[in-house]
């Protein structure tokens, strides 16, 4: 298995080519708190569906020349000159401002001008439209358009030969300049159908890259790809080789409907339905074409809320009153599990979810989605809203620090939040079920809060044991944290913790890998990638890779079947080595001799490849039986296996770097003067380990032959290895010849060995 990350489409990759304007590529954006979203609706339709609360609210319809949202292997070509473009479109809108009005849809072109400044033009549409203010058939000639309100008397002449991106503006229909709020929020939508872009240079060529299918699955977000097309989300989803399920995050800031809250507040609402019509529209069409193409969908709803939506009341609170809050910015809320009006909205909301996945004819698989009582940075928990002090008793004990120690009656006092956490859940999962009876319902725990090693009693509250098998049919666990940081001890204990104390086996199990905060982080990826690759082996039913966007922004790609090119098995030759058995360390060097005798010597080889002749260890009619079944097994040279050296199979003190701090990953190596030698096949339980000359035992040794800390060995501090051996061989050829004869004459039987470079 291996993982690339790659930087942009190769220009000799496979391509396909669409028309400029094609509806799958558009984008939305807006302002908060407004919503609205961009679906396709044939292969040159597209719709936007949207809701404004202010009167100044403004969504824009966007083109970019430059692709910045697809995977590097599927983007479509960057194109900035437009001037060879003929746009011709059908427009027709309801509930926004209409064509012929002031500060009606205008196409804004922003780029540079013939003399490069950057500038912006704003092209009034109406003066292209021919119909009616909300039916008009469209038509722009990017070689010969003008801004301006009023023509001729008010033409701009445009520019569009280096054109960054374009957009159409939509507004509310009681649009003014002000930031009030609107008395009703204002639902609007607009259709263009029959899009055509023609002219010289109306083609792009766009990425056609398909990875094969693999093993992982896929998760993703509504937050993060509200902007997208469903169909463009999904595309990228299956051309980079997931299939089927795909853990779907609902969200928690743009999904939700809001009504006018005080001055200039808004808050989340019912009135109308949970959802509205932006996020209900893009997730009707993201589970139909789920759905078509063989999809699954895993709908995950959790606790958490946008902060400034979020009414006060339902908010988790500490001892002295402050709200629970999220590191992100801006804020989410946490959601008390004890307040009635806010675990009934959550029920709420997800009904809406399993009527859109009834819909599309899928199966409905409900994902809670990490549900805990909030802990402060400085430990303090989050249990003490005015629910919750009534839930438990009206004078719940203070906690003012989980990292301390704790006594009889704060342990009793987190053992009754579990059971309200439990009982939540419970009921959620319970509305899900009653509304689609054999509905997959799932529990996703985030291992490093959940059980930090810093609060051991925090799972008394937030891994109750309510939650124990049967509870959910399938346990999640999700630890990015340690995943991105290439710890996988971490990773063991809390599996293994969690495994204990909620008693679902490996095999009702799924995991999330991943992610990816922040873009210049990407050489995380290899981490999440062996953390996905270790939980398949570890045979969870399903493991997916957190999450798509993140996917698409760095270029990660997961390929399977490396493992057969370089096909191992982990077991040792059968045969003791006789004193005869050769080994014999070889270089690749090219020497050149000069006219005057000097030498010019280029080493290919910095490490010498081992071969052996392991013939004389057969001493026996019974060790050829075992040879030749061995020999078979391994289908010749094709598979390779371990060798013990009999001369070089111990590293002592060897030294596998300094710490700095961060790094929790040193490979192992034996060091011949400055030669260092990878070693991947070290033997299980004879690897020690000091750093800065103290032995330690906070470590796990990983396959490969790497040592992975519980905590990153400091700055400047020596990290040494002591260990045994075995070094990755095979057949050296594709025929094994032995006879009785040879045997009986006290011939020694040909057995060429060659080591097998790894790691």
């Not at 908060?32 to 339709?45: D, I, K, Q, Y």
């Not at 008397?153 to 300049?177: I, K, T």
């Not at 946008?306 to 590191?327: I, S, V």
């Amino acid at each position: 298995m291996a993982h690339w990350l790659a930087e942009r489409r190769p220009d000799d990759g496979i391509a396909a080519h669409i028309h400029r304007f094609d509806p799958r590529f558009w984008t939305v954006n807006f302002p908060r708190p407004m919503v609205a979203s961009v679906v396709t609706t044939g292969a040159a339709a597209l719709r936007v569906d949207a809701v404004f609360y202010r009167r100044d609210d403004l969504a824009g319809l966007i083109w970019e020349s430059e692709d910045r949202h697809d995977h590097p292997l599927l983007t479509y070509q960057t194109a900035r000159d437009y001037r060879g473009c003929r746009l011709s479109f059908r427009w027709r809108s309801g509930g926004v401002r209409p064509l012929d009005a002031t500060h009606g849809p205008v196409l804004t072109i922003e780029g540079r001008d013939a003399e490069g400044t950057l500038r912006a033009w704003y092209v009034r549409l109406w003066n292209y439209a021919v119909g009616t203010p909300e039916d008009a058939r469209i038509a722009i000639d990017f070689a010969d358009v003008v801004g301006g309100y009023l023509l001729p008397g008010e033409a701009d002449p445009v520019f569009a030969g280096d054109v960054d991106r374009m957009f159409f503006s939509l507004v509310p229909p009681d649009y003014d300049e002000t930031t009030a709020s609107l008395e009703v929020p204002a639902e609007g939508w607009v259709e263009l159908s029959d899009i055509r872009c023609d002219g010289p240079d109306a083609v792009l060529a766009l990425g056609e890259t398909i990875v094969p299918a693999h093993g992982l699955e896929i998760a993703s977000g509504y937050d993060d790809s509200y902007h997208l097309t469903p169909e463009r989300l999904l595309r990228n989803a299956l051309r980079l080789g997931y299939r089927g399920a795909i853990n779907h995050y609902v969200g928690m800031s743009h999904y939700f409907r809001l009504e006018p809250w005080g001055e200039g507040a808004h808050m989340v609402s019912l009135d109308g339905g949970a959802l509205n019509v932006a996020a209900a529209a893009w997730h009707r069409d993201f589970a139909a074409r789920a759905e078509a193409l063989g999809y699954e969908l895993i709908w995950s709803l959790s606790y958490e809320l946008f902060a400034a939506h979020c009414p006060e009341d339902w908010q988790q609170r500490a001892w002295d009153g402050a709200a629970g809050r999220t590191g992100w910015e801006p804020p989410s809320a946490l959601l008390s599990p004890a307040k009635g009006g806010a675990m009934a909205y959550l029920r709420a909301v997800a009904l809406a979810f399993v009527g859109i996945a009834q819909g599309a004819g899928l199966a409905v698989r409900f994902q809670v989605g990490e549900p805990w009582w909030w802990t402060m940075p400085d430990g303090r928990p989050c249990l003490y809203d005015d629910a919750a002090r009534a839930a438990f008793g009206g004078e719940p004990v203070e906690i003012p620090d989980m990292r301390g120690a704790l006594d009889a009656a704060q342990t009793e006092l987190l053992d009754q939040a579990g059971v309200v956490l439990a009982a939540s859940t419970a009921a959620l999962t319970g509305a899900v079920k009653a509304a689609a009876p054999g509905a997959e319902t799932l529990l996703l725990a985030y291992l490093p809060t959940i059980l930090d090693p810093l609060a051991p009693e925090a799972k008394r509250a937030n891994l109750p044991v309510g939650w124990a098998r049967p509870a959910f049919d399938v346990l999640q666990l999700e630890d990015y944290d340690w995943c991105a940081a290439g710890n996988p001890a971490a990773t063991a204990r809390g599996v293994a913790a969690a495994e204990a104390r909620l008693g679902y086996p490996v095999g009702d199990q799924h995991y999330l890998a991943g992610f990816v905060l922040n873009a210049e982080d990407r050489h995380q990826w290899a981490a999440i990638d062996a953390a996905a690759v270790a939980a398949r082996a570890r045979g969870v039913a399903r493991t997916f890779v957190w999450a798509l966007p993140q996917v698409m922004r760095d270029g990660f790609v997961h390929f399977d079947g490396e493992d057969a090119v370089t096909g191992f098995d982990d077991v040792s030759f059968p045969l003791a080595l006789g004193r005869e058995a050769e080994v014999a360390p070889e270089h690749a060097t090219a020497i050149v001799a000069g006219a005057g005798g000097h030498e010019a010597r280029n080493a290919a080889w910095m490490q010498a490849r081992t071969r052996y002749d392991v013939g004389p260890g057969v001493r026996s009619e019974q060790d050829i039986a075992a040879l030749l079944e061995f020999f078979r097994a391994r289908i010749g040279p094709a598979r390779g296996f371990r060798l013990r050296d009999p001369f070089d199979a111990r590293g002592e003190d060897e030294v596998l770097g300094t710490g700095d701090g961060a790094t929790m990953r040193f490979a192992l190596v034996r060091r011949y003067g400055d030669v260092a030698r990878r070693i991947t096949r070290p033997v299980a339980g004879s690897v020690t380990v000091r750093v800065a000359g103290v032995a330690t035992t906070g470590f796990t040794l990983e396959p490969g032959g790497h040592v992975a800390f519980d905590a990153p060995p400091p700055e400047g501090a020596g990290v040494t290895a002591s260990f045994d051996f075995d070094v990755a061989v095979r057949f050296a050829e594709d025929r094994l010849t032995v006879s009785r004869a040879t045997f009986r004459a006290g011939e020694a039987v040909s057995v060429p060995l060659i080591e097998v470079r790894e790691g």
